[in-house]
């Protein structure tokens, strides 16, 4: 239905998409919006980077008070797209991310 609709338009088809893309989609849209990387991993459930090495040796921290705020700004910033009007929808309200960021 909408390969159909986008190729009516002349656009192009969407690229593939898996339940692992709400991760890339959750985690780049987190940033957008200020949270901390290593707030972020935690949200995530994913260890490298800020959590990784040394500091996941050291820091066991799991950062519930960050990431429950972390996870209220991103369902105000979903709910934000959900309510707003058809014509404001154009505008992309974070950064586009690139195809490639979508799948694993």
Do not use: F
């Not at 909408?2 to 890339?24: E, F, N, T």
């Not at 987190?30 to 500091?55: D, K, Y």
């Not at 209220?72 to 058809?86: D, G, N, Q, Y």
Request: proline letters at 9%.
């Amino acid at each position: 239905m909408i390969a159909a609709a986008r190729a009516a338009d002349g656009l192009p088809p969407l690229p593939p998409w898996v339940w692992h893309s709400l991760r890339h989609t959750v985690a780049t849209g987190l940033h957008a919006l200020g949270v901390a990387p290593h707030v972020i991993e935690a949200t995530l459930n994913h260890v490298s980077g800020a959590r990784g090495g040394i500091a996941g040796v050291y820091n066991h921290a799991e950062y519930l008070t960050e990431r429950r705020e972390a996870l209220s700004l991103w369902a105000s910033h979903v709910l934000t797209l959900v309510e707003r009007p058809a014509a404001a929808a154009s505008t992309p309200p974070l950064d586009p991310i690139r195809a490639t960021d979508l799948v694993s």
